[in-house]
């Protein structure tokens, strides 16, 4: 029954409870921010080069679009460009439970499904989105961890269905066009974990979308599957659990009852979430030295030492990273820049900012201690001045962490941070303000030219 | 090293042999005549209703196409939809060793991308062909039968992985590019056997097809994946062997030495294999009672008793299908229709004629006993006519088997009889001369008109 409770819930819900859509709505604004930021990726361009000849109609934004010509596309390969968009800079959000970072597949489907039918309010857009997380993340425990430990991206595996089931309730589907856009979805199980560090991890969410999409404008059609498609023996579950017992009646059993969505975080820092504590400390103490003695040279900081959970050493020792990608597995990095310049963002990822000589130096400077004492986001940061301050900082829970969520001002720095690379400062304003109230229109295609860059000759 | 070593082979094979040249252009020619046969069934008409408003660019044929409007599409919609209409009658290939279906993924792409690039030769195609056919039955041979066991549908699950290295040695892709194709398809992991018997079960190898060919775009543009993406701890083969150890080494070292297209094989008719001797032996009978007495009056046979491996009786047992999708799960169908026609194309797996009286009247006459002491493609007939003839048949291997191969004639026979329904008697004679000699020509574009089915208002 799992697939049929799975439909029907999803065709019936219209009502979500007031947390759930403040959670969906920020959880929509983090990707516009991530997905715009990533748009002039070298990853994205390369995808977004590759695949142009072969547009259909251009009905869907390409968000953060540079070139005229090529600011939109048809929705299927909108859907994938801005899923490889939203996840490559590694600054998207996570649902701590799974390690899925759902919004990337869902969102990126439903936005262009939604811009390509038009007419679609932002409530529409925000219940449809909150169902497809669901989705996603409830089928996420229900194979945790065995799935993911095999070797699956969790992320993508879940999120085609999830993209499936959030574009299938934009269309109306009724049940039983809903069970089969779930067995489309689910026969299509993109993205391997062994990708993690080259272009196609990124592909994954991005193909994800493509294909949630897809199994739904099929499913519209009348076209068939299985009514036990997750639940059969060789059904989804079974296949993928990657030798565990999927409990698939217990996750659905909790549809409505708790909201996964709630749960979602968003990073603060472009790279791997075990090097947040460190960046968190690090940056409160750019402040800290900052406030005390605002023309410290902080160059001449001479010693740093981080006591961290064993996984930071385990995944981020990276001592001398030669590249922005290298940079997001070294915590070394990570404490650096965000010493020198009080924030880590993509900007303090970028190549140059890598191999900088003054970045460089500061590295060196930069010791770990493993402590399995320590929670995993927590860290002690102790730091000495070559004029004699020393400056100790406990982090206990860092920014972005279940316990200390990213405020909306957190979040719209982040936003307007790394979309300003891609639209200018204006520009990131104005996408913004758009993004923070896309709930709130009659028909969410209005909104969609201020997440494009504007045309050559254009004043900024 | 298994990804390397299988891109370098892709990458650097030019000469193949005589024998296996043959096979290969045997395999394009049954796939076209098995797409286009295929292109007026329900299934496909349902996915090209749903996709054609997201055509890009027409630059390949749809084949069997019979609006004119839409005759080609953008080459990754033509990849998926020739994919989905060649599966769809049940009657393409088979690898027996794997039960892959290898020509749908692989030739769907290649046709496509082919017509698209234009000034590829027939010779060229028919290489690219083999290497494809090579690399999804190679992989399928190292995960079987595992993997098949625990619910994936082979044919698309290693159809990706093939149509991707098919299309990149079209693309002249080098031996980097060609690994990240490889790993861009081995993250695209489609079909599931729990579809068998929906729309969803064709749609496999469709999406197999675009993906592959997705892959090879990608990797062409520099878009990376992994170097190990088959063989690493958490890559392709581990992940989805399904708890079998993978033999990838061993299956890659025999790349070049045994050449798995001479052991594809060629379905006689359009259902499960299993049904196959049993057809065999009704078609015989029908001729052989035909020669003796032209005008004998077949609905007069009284009783028919086949002795038939269990499996028969297993998967194939349904005394009383409504449709012709069900039929193809009936033995007593298929040996009605061959002791009524002398033939069991797709013309005689139509709702109507499953429905029909006469088809009713003798499927009631069939009787099946279970017998393991017979071989899979072996089966014992005895049948008594009203008016005192009886007829003892045994087939020992039944046609299409590896023990008696169809022959070029019985291809034919096929081809035009499935392209008949769709392009008429005279397009289908044109279709099959074109699709025979597709491995001379030099630029295959040429031949892709005959697949299409004429304006409106032009003579037949």
């Not at 932002?122 to 194979?143: D, F, H, N, P, Y």
């Not at 003695?293 to 064993?310: D, F, G, K, Q, T």
């Not at 004492?373 to 940061?381: C, I, K, N, R």
Request: net charge negative; proline share 5%; hydrophobic share 40%.
């Amino acid at each position: 029954m799992a697939t049929r409770t799975l439909a029907h819930w999803a065709v019936s819900l219209n009502d979500i409870p007031c947390s759930t859509r403040s959670a969906a709505v920020k959880s929509l604004y983090n990707y516009i921010g991530c997905a715009i930021g990533g748009s002039n990726h070298p990853t994205t361009k390369k995808a977004r080069d590759a695949l142009s000849p072969f547009f259909g109609k251009p009905t869907s934004t390409l968000l953060g679009a540079q070139s005229p010509c090529f600011s939109k596309a048809d929705p299927q390969h909108a859907a994938l460009l801005n899923g490889i968009a939203s996840h490559v800079h590694d600054y998207d959000d996570t649902h701590l439970a799974t390690i899925i970072h759902p919004a990337g597949p869902i969102a990126s489907a439903l936005l262009a499904w939604a811009e390509c039918q038009g007419g679609v309010s932002g409530q529409a857009m925000i219940v449809a989105l909150v169902i497809g997380i669901e989705t996603s993340c409830k089928l996420g425990r229900a194979i945790w961890p065995h799935h993911y430990d095999i070797g699956w991206h969790i992320t993508s595996t879940t999120g085609a269905i999830g993209a499936a089931v959030a574009v299938g309730k934009l269309m109306e589907l009724d049940d039983e066009q809903m069970m089969h856009a779930i067995g489309l979805a689910s026969v299509q199980v993109v993205g391997l974990r062994e990708m993690f560090g080259s272009d196609t991890k990124s592909f994954h969410p991005g193909r994800a979308a493509s294909s949630g999409l897809l199994a739904a404008l099929l499913a519209q059609k009348g076209y068939t599957s299985s009514e036990k498609a997750l639940e059969a023996k060789r059904g989804w579950a079974n296949v993928v659990a990657g030798g565990g017992v999927p409990r698939l009646d217990d996750l659905l059993a909790s549809l409505g009852q708790t909201w996964e969505v709630e749960a979602n975080s968003f990073k603060p820092f472009p790279c791997g979430i075990v090097c947040h504590p460190a960046i968190d400390a690090a940056v409160q103490c750019h402040h800290e030295l900052r406030s005390k003695s605002p023309a410290l040279p902080l160059e001449n900081i001479e010693a740093v030492e981080l006591r961290v959970h064993p996984l930071v050493v385990e995944l981020t020792s990276k001592e001398n990273p030669q590249d922005g990608l290298e940079s997001k597995f070294s915590v070394f990095h990570g404490c650096a820049v965000g010493l020198l310049s009080g924030k880590a963002g993509p900007a303090q990822y970028a190549d140059d900012v890598v191999t900088s000589r003054e970045v460089i130096a500061m590295r060196e400077k930069v010791k770990i201690i493993s402590d399995d004492s320590l929670l995993a986001d927590e860290v002690h940061l102790s730091l000495r001045h070559q004029r004699g301050m020393v400056i100790e900082k406990h982090v206990a829970h860092a920014i972005g962490s279940a316990h200390v969520p990213m405020t909306g001002q957190q979040l719209t720095d982040k936003f307007v941070d790394q979309t300003s690379l891609v639209l200018g400062a204006d520009g990131a304003k104005a996408a913004s303000d758009a993004a923070w109230t896309i709930a709130e229109v009659d028909s969410v295609e209005t909104v969609f030219p201020m997440f494009r860059g504007r045309p050559r000759g254009t004043a900024r």
